[in-house]
């Protein structure tokens, strides 16, 4: 297979065929980012005799005679291959639509039971396609993209030079509702920096609020020591919220979230993991919250996101 450099994917997408049709990211400037600081180039646009190499070889991994005699012999079912698949890359939606539609042709030929297409997504990638040419993506399959989106607060978004202002966040995925491409959210706590992490939620649910993810998930900044963010810092332009403020910005999130979504904080930069669908399980997710925020130290939390690696 294909691969370059770490392959990031959602929790939920576990089971997905995973295929790399890109590399890197086109946008490359996030100030806390550095997903994709083990590559040596900023981005990358796979060759489609690659991404059919890779289609090929998956096939004759999961449905060839030899795995068809295997199941056979172990009295398991047969398998006619991956039932969705998860494009690789930061943002492979970037990809114009004529490709996106091919790929996904591609992919139909080696697995016709292979119903649904996902990646992640910037908003700025919706912007540069057409009505017509979500239509028709929706139409090749293109289902659930995960978007990056962050946070709803502009001056937050500004400051990390995320490239978009949370009023592209409502109009750009109202394009994607109106084409019939579901998709989900990543929100980042702690990227408004310290003190501010309640009021950025807050600002944050009033743009979600007028969207329709299928799932908010919320991930914990970290700052490494390579990102931008981290060189702000040393300026002294930034600062940087505590553990407790973070979690206490993740509970404004989802006491304010008012539309019917799964909010799942999963993944290591989360020190606890949670999943619950708003609003029937608001209480329980909270309570859950309350408990981490009463439980453990500033200094445990803090302990724990220094040992992390990534993320
Ligand atoms: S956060 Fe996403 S969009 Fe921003 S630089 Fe990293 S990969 Fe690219």
Same mark, same amino acid.
């Given at each position: 297979m294909h691969?370059?450099?770490?392959?990031?994917?959602p929790p939920y997408e576990w089971d997905s065929l995973l295929l790399e049709v890109t590399a890197g990211c086109t946008h490359h400037r996030c100030k806390f980012c550095t997903l994709y600081?083990?590559?040596p180039f900023p981005f990358r646009m796979s060759p489609l005799? @690659?991404?059919? &190499?890779? %289609?090929?070889?998956?096939?004759?991994?999961?449905?060839?005679p030899m795995e068809r005699l295997t199941r056979q012999m172990q009295g398991l079912p047969q398998t006619e291959g991956p039932r969705r698949a998860?494009?690789?890359?930061?943002n492979p939606f970037v990809l114009k639509a004529d490709r996106l539609e091919r790929i996904a042709e591609m992919i139909q030929t080696y697995f016709p039971?292979?119903?649904?297409?996902?990646?992640?997504?910037?908003?700025?990638?919706?912007?540069?396609?057409?009505? @017509?040419?979500? &239509?028709? %993506?929706?139409?090749?399959?293109?289902?659930?993209?995960?978007?990056?989106?962050?946070?709803?607060?502009?001056?937050?978004?500004a400051f990390m030079d995320k490239g978009y202002a949370p009023e592209d966040i409502i109009a750009q995925t109202r394009r994607l509702d109106g084409a019939g491409i579901g998709y989900h959210f990543f929100y980042l706590a702690g990227i408004a920096g310290a003190g501010k992490g309640r009021e950025s939620a807050r600002r944050s649910a009033e743009i979600f609020?007028?969207?329709?993810?299928?799932?908010?998930?919320?991930?914990?900044?970290?700052?490494f020591p390579e990102s931008r963010l981290y060189q702000e810092i040393q300026a002294g332009n930034w600062r940087e919220a505590g553990e407790k403020e973070k979690l206490e910005e993740v509970r404004t999130l989802v006491e304010r979230l008012d539309i019917p979504v799964i909010f799942a904080a999963l993944g290591a930069s989360n020190a606890v993991n949670m999943e619950g669908r708003l609003p029937e399980g608001r209480?329980?997710?909270?309570?859950?919250?309350?408990?981490?925020?009463?439980?453990?130290?500033?200094?445990?939390?803090?302990?724990?996101?220094?040992?992390?690696?990534?993320?």
């Open positions: 691969f370059t450099g770490t392959i990031w994917r600081d083990d590559l005799e @690659d991404i059919e &190499a890779d %289609l090929r070889e998956v096939q004759l991994f999961q449905t060839g998860f494009l690789v890359g930061a039971g292979c119903k649904t297409v996902g990646c992640f997504a910037r908003i700025t990638d919706i912007t540069g396609k057409t009505d @017509d040419e979500l &239509a028709r %993506l929706a139409r090749a399959g293109y289902d659930g993209i995960t978007i990056g989106v962050e946070s709803g607060d502009g001056d937050a978004l609020n007028q969207t329709h993810p299928r799932r908010v998930g919320s991930s914990m900044l970290t700052v209480e329980k997710l909270l309570s859950a919250l309350d408990e981490v925020i009463a439980q453990y130290s500033e200094a445990d939390l803090r302990r724990y996101r220094e040992q992390l690696p990534h993320l």
